[in-house]
């Protein structure tokens, strides 16, 4: 519960001197507070965009010039987002396999140990969906919700799906608690978040405690903060304005280049990162 006030004061904070200045800002500075609002949110992928937002325009600025064969995949987009595909649903199913692409680097050459590669490409979207600051700190409640939900429902003698039912009710009440008090705490951006990235939270909430009954304590903490972390470095290349113009302008080399970096992470067959720092001293011999 500290750590939640903790967490609650850091972000609260600065909401409220915000709140206090912006009543003397001119009407130059207001229009810049909207437009860089707006910027902000062009980053969730998550949500689809109408006509005229920032992907759609900028495909409009490319004329698609040479060889058809070689523009397929370039003309097909455009054609569905004339249609009504909404272009952040294409990037997103682009940038995916570059987060899967990642997670598999950071597990056979880095050596991180995280919950396989589904969860932290959802986590990755749900950060996406949320915003990195905002998901982090519902991910918090939703981990810290879980821990002393587990630790009363202990003593609980029923079986385990009918436990982990109760513990999942628990995590919702709790959310559901944070998000109605998130306008008095002064966390308005809790209001904005949809039932996705809740659940994706949640879904890692349930893979932690399973860890716990299998593993230690110790071993599922570890295996927890790192899959967070991972999961956050994918959001932020998946939020990169450069990225996702670039997999959406050269969709056809992207794809390839994608390809090409799964094949060369398989071929890798030498010690993890994370070995070479483990065996340091042996190997210095």
Known sequence: MAIILVLFCSLSLPLVVLAENSQSMTAAGTVATVSAQNKAREVDLTVPKEEGDRLTLLMKSQKVTGWWVTNSLKLAIRKAVSEGVSPNTLVLLFLF??????????????????????????????????????????LSFVMLSAIFGRMAIRKIKIPYLPKLAVLIWLISISV?????????????????????PIMIFVLLAET???????????????????????????????SSSWIQNQVLLQPELSVVLILVLDL?????????FSEVWRFRKLLSK
């Open 176 to 196: 559901l608690g944070l998000l109605i008090m998130s306008p008095t705490i002064g966390l308005e951006r809790l209001m904005s978040v949809g039932i996705f």
């Open 97 to 138: 396999p570059l987060v899967a692409a990642l997670v598999a680097f950071s597990r056979q050459v880095v050596g991180v140990n995280g919950f396989g590669m589904i969860i932290p490409a959802l986590l990755s979207v749900a950060f996406v969906s949320t915003g990195g600051v905002v998901g982090l700190v519902l």
């Open 264 to 272: 060369l992470i398989g071929k890798y067959k030498g010690l993890r």
């Open 208 to 238: 932690f405690i399973e860890a716990q009954i299998t593993r230690s304590v110790a071993t599922s903490m570890g295996m927890t903060l790192e899959t967070i972390i991972l999961a956050f470095i994918a959001y932020k290349v998946m």
